[in-house]
């Protein structure tokens, strides 16, 4: 049973409603800040590649790129190894767009957080650090314990069903 009702979950989307319509002011949708936020963090990416990560087809990819090259935000650049593909750079309008983003954000929590006392905030955030730190670690293992959690394996396919009194007692 889920006893959070799945309100990080809800909290965290508000805050996104809130980033988007501070980015849509900026002229920046959220598609084509998730392009801007993969090349920051792959710079020299192929359009081809970032269609892949972005389940985009390279049409698309391209079209959104020089969009973002015309507002200042991506640099796209030859590819040395291959001419007909370009690489993908962000530009520092792209970076201080990040921290627009970062800012909205802690903005958003930290008033969220002003109705708390000092000890139920001091509380909350070290609470939350160790989820924190908890979920990355299952992020960086590749979801081991969620997958088994849903009968799913690492792959997407569903796991055997367990005979009945091998589950070791859990």
């Known amino acids: 049973m889920d006893n959070t009702k799945r309100q990080m979950t809800k909290i965290a989307r508000e805050v996104n409603k809130l980033a988007v319509r501070m980015m849509k002011e900026e002229g920046i949708g959220s598609g084509e800040f998730d392009l801007i936020h993969l090349v920051r963090h792959q710079p020299g990416i192929s359009q081809r590649d970032a269609g892949q990560n972005l389940n985009m087809d390279k049409g698309a990819v391209a079209r959104r790129a020089v969009r973002l090259e015309q507002k200042g935000y991506l640099l796209r650049k030859e590819n040395p190894t291959d001419g007909r593909s370009r690489l993908l750079y962000a530009t520092p309008k792209a970076d201080s767009l ?10 958003f929590y930290e008033w969220l957080l002003e109705e708390l006392t000092e000890d139920e905030r ?34 997407g396919d569903t796991a055997p069903a367990k005979k009945e009194g091998t589950d070791g007692g859990n």
């Open 98 to 107: 990040k921290n627009s983003k970062a800012a909205v954000e802690a903005a």
């Open 122 to 155: 001091s509380r909350f955030c070290e609470t939350l650090g160790k989820l924190y730190l908890r979920s990355k670690a299952e992020s960086r293992s590749g979801f081991p314990h969620i997958y088994e959690r849903l009968g799913v394996l690492g792959d």
